[in-house]
Nanobody, 124 residues
């Protein structure tokens, strides 16, 4: 079973950028459909992006153009590049994975494996 570890969160001013990493072990990222989610206290976990193993992506509308994803297969790591950060982007960010053979969508229950999360705080 693949394991995921996020890193790269922190405190940034509005308009700044951060790059989050999701490092995988015990499996190869390219064998999985991946997702990034975020959650603030008291609210449901919401999807940021779905990244299918075949390369297609599906983004949350409000994040298109500001956030991008990439993979470094040699490092077995996926990255979430966040630009033009806003205070409303403050959340704990999670990466998640499910086997590439499974259908996957925007619901957290579509994913089998989760990282521990990394806090992103955007100050105004």
């Amino acid at each position: 079973q693949v394991q995921l570890v996020e890193s790269g969160g922190g405190l940034v001013q509005a308009g700044g950028s951060l790059r989050l990493s999701c490092a995988a072990s015990g499996g190869t990222l390219s064998d999985y459909n991946m997702g990034w989610f975020r959650q603030v206290p008291g609210k449901d976990r919401e999807f940021v992006v779905i990244a299918w193993s075949v390369g297609e992506e599906y983004w949350r509308d409000s994040l298109k153009g500001r956030f991008t994803i990439s993979r470094d297969n040699a490092k077995n790591t996926m990255f979430l590049e966040m630009n033009g950060l806003k205070p409303e982007d403050t959340a704990v960010y999670y990466c998640a994975a499910t086997d590439a053979a499974r259908r996957v969508g925007i619901r957290p229950r579509d994913y089998d494996v989760w990282g521990q999360g990394t806090q992103v705080t955007v100050s105004s």
